[in-house]
């Protein structure tokens, strides 16, 4: 069976990331919201609660997944909307600090990434115990990721098509989206480069993976 009616009700569970930022927002930067920001807010959360109801009670759009993965991923979203908070407001204490010069975004984004490689590495064997991957075996699993990667090794790599040339290019577009996005962080407000991602992330599942959700919906089918 298609799981395009599991991808869109991802979607919107994927939205608690903006009710999240409101309340973090608040917290954090003590910004107040009028009544029709904060009730376009709870339509969200509405959203996003039936979205996960229905599944949890056998509708269509998660029947196959429990309560607690939503949950988790719902719960997930507020250590990535924190973060974006965060670099707003290290853009509005920079800009008081510096005498209305804000910090510049790759000060901003190397910090960030910084640290996301550091609790990646402090948490890869936690990790690799969650894929079923033993510690002692992580580093030739690296070595087998890095020569896919690379696209060498001949014909030990059949599953490689691609590389290196395409994980190249989705690095190089990732990098130029997260730029954009703290830049307009820094511009204006994370809420809005949230709504402005969101928007064009959209854009870009609907027209540019749609040929190959079809094709996948239709191989399910055959």
Request: with cysteine; glycine share 8%; charged share 10%.
């Amino acid at each position: 069976m298609c799981r395009l009616s599991t991808l869109n009700t991802l979607s919107v569970v994927l939205q608690s990331f903006l009710v999240w930022q409101l309340i973090l927002s608040v917290i954090v930067l003590g910004r107040k919201y009028r009544a029709n920001q904060i009730l376009g807010c709870l339509l969200v959360t509405t959203g996003v609660i039936l979205s996960v109801v229905s599944g949890a009670n056998g509708g269509s759009s998660l029947s196959d997944v429990k309560f607690f993965w939503p949950a988790v991923l719902m719960a997930s979203s507020a250590c990535q909307a924190g973060a974006s908070i965060i670099k707003e407001f290290v853009f509005i204490d920079g800009a008081k600090r510096l005498e209305g010069k804000r910090p510049d975004i790759f000060v901003v984004n190397s910090f960030g990434s910084g640290f996301q490689a550091l609790f990646v590495l402090l948490l890869l064997p936690f990790l690799s115990n969650l894929k079923g991957i033993p510690l002692t075996e992580l580093p030739a699993y690296v070595n087998r990721g890095a020569a896919c990667f690379l696209n060498v090794g001949g014909g030990n790599l059949n599953d490689c098509p691609g590389a290196p040339l395409l994980p190249l290019l989705f690095i190089t577009m990732n990098m130029a989206f997260n730029i954009s996005v703290l830049n307009l962080v820094k511009m204006s407000t994370a809420l809005v480069a949230s709504l402005t991602a969101t928007l064009a992330g959209s854009y870009l599942f609907r027209y540019t993976f749609c040929h190959f959700l079809f094709h996948t919906c239709l191989e399910e089918q055959v």
